[in-house]
Nanobody
Framework: QVQLVESGGGLVQAGGSLRLSCAASGRTFSMGWFRQAPGKGREFVARIRWSGGSTDYGDSVKGRFTISRDDAKNTVFLQMNSLKPEDTALYIC????????????WGQGTQVTVSS
C-alpha cells in the first residue's frame, strides 16, 4: 500500500498564495488533490500523471492553481495563487494505480484557510 503525507496548509489572506506538498511512499499512475469544506461534498481540484505529466483541474481553480511533480521524491505539489475565501477547505491528497476514476489511496489532509 501507498502512504500519502500532505503538508503546507495554513492561514493565508485572500489574494495570497500557498504551496501544498504530498509525498507518496511509492510510485503510482497518477496523483491528485481533492478538497472538502464543512457542509460540502468532496470536490476535485487537480491531478497529474507520472508518465507524461498530463494535468487536469477542477473548474473552480483553473488559472489559479498549478499541480506539478518531483519524480525523484514521488512528490506532487499544488501551487495555489489568488486564493479566495471559498478555497478554504481540507485539502486531501490522493493516488491511483491505474487510469480510471477510482482513487486507491488517500492522505489525511492539510487545512487551508483563506481570510477575507
Amino acid at each position: 500500500q501507498v502512504q500519502l503525507v500532505e503538508s503546507g496548509g495554513g492561514l493565508v489572506q485572500a489574494g495570497g498564495s500557498l504551496r501544498l506538498s504530498c509525498a507518496a511512499s511509492g510510485r503510482t499512475f497518477s496523483m491528485g488533490w481533492f478538497r472538502q469544506a464543512p457542509g460540502k461534498g468532496r470536490e476535485f481540484v487537480a491531478r497529474i500523471r507520472w508518465s507524461g505529466g498530463s494535468t487536469d483541474y477542477g473548474d473552480s481553480v483553473k488559472g489559479r492553481f498549478t499541480i506539478s511533480r518531483d519524480d525523484a521524491k514521488n512528490t506532487v505539489f499544488l501551487q495555489m495563487n489568488s486564493l479566495k475565501p471559498e478555497d478554504t477547505a481540507l485539502y486531501i491528497c490522493a493516488a491511483r494505480i491505474n487510469s480510471n476514476t477510482a482513487w486507491d489511496y488517500w492522505g489525511q489532509g492539510t487545512q487551508v484557510t483563506v481570510s477575507s
